[in-house]
């Protein structure tokens, strides 16, 4: 069967249903520090950043939270760009509508940032390029948390910049659902250069089983691409190199509660195909393009071992194929990358003031690939951590990890974190070690004018945080967070002098240091709801190498300014959501960028109809985040959105 007749069936199967979310019911807030995971969390508790459900001022941490409302309320068609509003993420896009993207944190590269989907890693050993090759559509995700700063003590390796956990609508289930029956939503849209988009999913809950099923696809001709003298570049043939795609995605999951423990069991896969022109060079003859799909399975057993001991078994299984052509005259490259994971982990409450975890974990990653070769390797690690609550108002987090990983050895991650809160202040600190191995692509690859190095060391990192969060009101919030971080040993590509390659090669040392501010608001106008959020994070980095720090690829590829915003309005019937950044980068030229959406909801009957209008790009900014892949120009998007 051919790659595309498996996205058709794919698709063909979700557009036989129609879905919409299935709002679980909050849960109290005691219930939700006690669990896990708990239906759909408040805003208040978290889970990313200690591995227990507890209140965000107490975590010591800086932590953000997107739920399927943001979702809803904002002009995003993938992950990666609802990720763009979140202060302190930076996304760097190839191609535009998530045909992919890098993730950096805290002035990391694209690989130092751990993704988890419902608590299993996702990140692909072959490379974090493929990071928001997301197996699940945007209609399952029901809630984001953006935890930055190390993280390894709880995560393991590359929980270097930060971490982003994307809980589902399905994996949030703990317990019998707090509703039965059946929901639906369905959405499409279509816009400029035979753009369309569509996502439609299923949820039906009984008394004890929730069952979910999704569908995305997305696709359009493309914008012609222009070279730097204004010209529209063109293949050997002639013809027009265009900003193309075409990608689909679906996921089945399910949750059985038994009487004392919840069973939670997905499959899902993302499927892509897209021009790729200089996404990974930026020499005149990379003319690529590339096709990538990624299948998933997961399964988790939780539940209460005793009345104050919890458990988490969790096994996840990733497969991803890569095809790859640099250009027409080049031979094609062609990877598959697996990864399977097996964590277990027990929580106990010793006394109402000290709560511990104490985890272990081991995974088993390969690639086969006609450039690469064949290999394969595993790794482990075992974790504890503890909550105190020292005083009524300070509370303590201490963690520490040990990894064993042929490509570095053994590397302890220890971590300590403080929170005092006194009435609407909290005062937050924190230091920890983090490291990084380098992965098949940055050790073997030969091929697209990147070649690998085989005795790479692993990165290794200290860092160090302090920051304070006020909150003057009940609708407002005020945070600032100071950061520091030394690397030894940091990954890159450096342009090797007298050749036209990228060889990867160990930094000698890279200083990040950087300011992070962020202010969110929500207050009634009269008869409408506005809600505002925005972010300003400044970097600033010391690169030690010995070439000149222009030569290489990414280390300096961040933004030193870096400001971002969301707003959404809500009056009656109308909706308006608009969402904007502006980068001054290092290495690259500064520039802002603005999307808005204006809907309009209609009730009839049980069912809610959305007619909504969008322009992306608003201002027509000519981008390229990443050598001269461009980002789209002005689109205009029509759309229709269907709940009940």
């Known amino acids: 069967m051919n790659r595309m007749s498996r996205r058709w069936i794919w698709l063909a199967a979700g557009l036989l249903v129609a879905a919409g979310p299935l709002r679980a019911q909050e849960a109290p807030q005691e219930a939700a520090q006690e669990a896990p995971l708990v239906g759909m969390l408040p805003d208040s508790i978290v889970v990313t950043a200690s591995r227990q459900a507890e209140r965000v001022r107490q975590t010591g941490r800086r932590v953000t939270v997107l739920t399927a409302r943001d979702l809803a309320a904002l002009p995003v068609a993938s992950f990666d760009e609802l990720l763009r509003a979140v202060g302190g993420v930076e996304v760097q896009s190839r191609g535009g509508f998530g045909v992919q993207s890098d993730l950096t944190m805290r002035g990391s590269t694209f690989n130092g940032v751990l993704l988890l989907l419902d608590g ?9 390029h493929f990071l928001a090759d997301l197996p699940v559509p945007l209609s399952e995700i029901a809630r984001i948390e953006v935890l930055r700063g190390p993280a390894a003590s709880l995560y393991g390796p590359d929980a270097l910049g930060g971490v982003i956990q994307i ?3 399905a994996g949030l289930q703990q317990g019998p659902p707090a509703r039965q029956g059946t929901s639906a939503e369905a959405r499409l849209d279509g816009g400029r250069h035979a753009l369309y988009q569509a996502d439609v999913a299923v949820r039906r809950a009984t008394d004890r089983r929730l069952v979910s099923l999704a569908a995305s696809a997305a696709g359009t001709d493309g914008q012609p691409i222009e070279g730097p003298d204004g010209r529209l570049v063109r293949r050997s043939d002639g013809e027009a190199i265009r900003t193309d795609f075409r990608r689909a995605a679906a996921t089945l999951a399910a949750t059985h509660a038994f009487d004392a423990a919840t069973l939670f069991v997905r499959a899902g896969l993302d499927d892509r195909d897209f021009g790729a022109y ?8 990379d003319t690529a393009r590339e096709a990538t799909t990624t299948a998933w399975m997961q399964a988790r057993l939780q539940g209460r071992a005793a009345a104050t001991t919890d458990y988490v078994v969790e096994l996840a299984l990733k497969q991803h194929h890569d095809a790859y052509r640099y250009n027409p005259a080049s031979r094609p490259s062609e990877h598959v990358s697996r990864l399977g994971t097996l964590q277990a982990r027990l929580t106990r409450r010793f006394t109402p003031r000290l709560r511990g975890t104490a985890g272990i974990s081991g995974s088993l990653r390969g690639i086969d690939s006609n450039v690469m070769q064949v290999h394969h390797d595993g790794a482990m690690g075992v974790y504890a951590t503890l909550q105190a609550l020292l005083t009524p108002r300070l509370t303590a987090h201490l963690s520490s990890r040990l990894d064993v990983d042929p490509s570095y050895g053994a590397e302890p991650t220890p971590q300590l974190n403080l929170a005092y809160t006194a009435g609407r202040v909290t005062l937050r600190g924190g230091v920890g070690r983090a490291v990084r191995a380098p992965n098949y692509v940055e050790r073997y690859l030969d091929a697209g004018g990147n070649v690998g190095n085989p005795d790479l060391e692993a990165e290794r990192a200290w860092a160090a945080e302090a920051g304070a969060d006020l909150y ?26 007298g050749e036209r390659v990228f060889r990867a090669e160990n930094l000698l040392r890279v200083d990040t240091r950087g300011l992070e501010l962020d202010a969110e608001v929500t207050r009634p106008l009269g008869a409408a709801r506005l809600h505002l959020a925005g972010a300003y994070t400044y970097l600033d980095a010391d690169v030690e190498t010995e070439l000149p720090p222009d030569r290489y690829k990414y280390a300096l590829g961040h933004a030193r300014h870096l400001v971002q915003g969301r707003a959404t309005l ?9 969402q904007g950044l502006w980068k001054d980068r290092l290495v690259q030229d500064s520039y802002g960028l603005v999307h808005a959406r204006l809907g309009y909801r209609l009730r009839l009957g049980p069912s809610v109809l959305t007619l909504s209008g969008e322009v992306r790009n608003v201002f027509d900014t000519r981008i390229a985040e990443i050598f001269n892949a461009p980002l789209p120009g002005r689109w205009w998007i029509v759309g229709l959105a269907w709940g009940r």
């Open 120 to 128: 299993a890693r996702l990140n692909d050993p072959m490379t974090g």
């Open 167 to 169: 809980f589902t609508h």
């Open 278 to 285: 200089q996404f990974y060079t930026g020499f005149a003859s």
């Open 472 to 497: 003057p009101a009940a609708s407002v919030s005020l945070h600032a967070t100071a950061f520091y971080r030394a690397t030894d040993n940091l990954i890159d590509y450096v342009l090797v002098p």
């Open 570 to 578: 809500g009056l009656g019937r109308v909706s308006l959501g608009v």
